[in-house]
DNA sequence: TATTAGATTAGATATAGTCTAAAGTAACCA
DNA sequence: TGGTTACTTTAGACTATATCTAATCTAATA
């Protein structure tokens, strides 16, 4: 995605199309392996010294305010941020701890019964076990 | 769940049954309601001055390697635990962020094509929306 | 241009989790 | 029983992650 189709989500968004903000936005296009916060704040940072830690994780709060990135869910202590694109689902591996894309598929919602009176908005999947990687370290051959 | 029936699962999976790690375990059962490991280490530490923080970590990892506890998958900082009994999705609020458990059912598996080499061990899912609390209050009435 | 709302900055602070070294405890075996 | 060993606990130091604060800067707009 070029920079003008950024400055455009970011403004179609209502978020002011900030040098900082953009390049938070950039690399998560760029990197769509689920970046942890401090990894993002360090790139970010690298490229322009002066951005600080907190204007990262502040654009990181408003981009996923603004819908535009999604926080992953998993384990482990630090946040991990992922660009809304295509749709997918994760996948954790219980060693590494990587989390992987998954191709999407819709999934059988609950009965509205065990939903009550709850407001659902979307339905993710993940699925746990061992990466290619670490499965091949374990039962090798 | 009685004492009797908690020595015996640790020690069935080879984890001695002190009084800490039973005190973990045993306010797991107690409160299914995904606490934070440090509301557990806040729990554990009133009822038991002495048992330090060192313990209660040390012991929730313990649990969670013997498969007596999940760490469950959410977004936010402080990792959450969960002793595990029936099997449950989750479900996550938009707004308050807390996480409450959903009927179990079996989900359909990925394609063998996208799974790849990896090894599948469980999947689980997240839904996400307002929680029934929070519903409310964003459409009164 | 003046006003104002929104953003950014450095650094302090808060929160969560891990590590260390010493001491304590339980299992086991001669 | 006593000795050996592996496991466990402890307090507190330390690291990592995230948020807050107050001052300053920037951009939109009237």
Chains 1, 2 share one sequence.
Not at 19 to 40: C, G, K, N, S, W
């Amino acid at each position: 995605m070029d920079a003008a189709a950024i400055k455009q989500s970011l403004e179609g968004s209502g978020l002011r199309c900030t040098p900082q903000r953009y390049a938070v936005m950039a690399f998560l296009m760029d990197h769509p392996r689920h970046p942890t916060a401090p990894e993002i704040f360090e790139a970010v940072n690298r490229a322009d010294p002066l951005c600080s830690r907190a204007t990262t994780y502040n654009n990181l709060r408003d981009l996923v305010r603004a819908g535009l990135v999604r926080e992953v869910a998993v384990e482990g202590r630090a946040a991990r941020f992922d660009a809304k694109g295509v749709r997918h689902h994760h996948f954790i591996c219980d060693r590494c701890g990587n989390v992987e894309d998954m191709d999407w598929y819709d999934v059988p919602k609950p009965a509205s019964r065990s939903l009550g009176k709850r407001v659902l908005r979307e339905s993710e999947l993940i699925f746990r076990g061992l990466c290619s990687k670490c499965a091949r370290r374990r039962a090798p051959r």
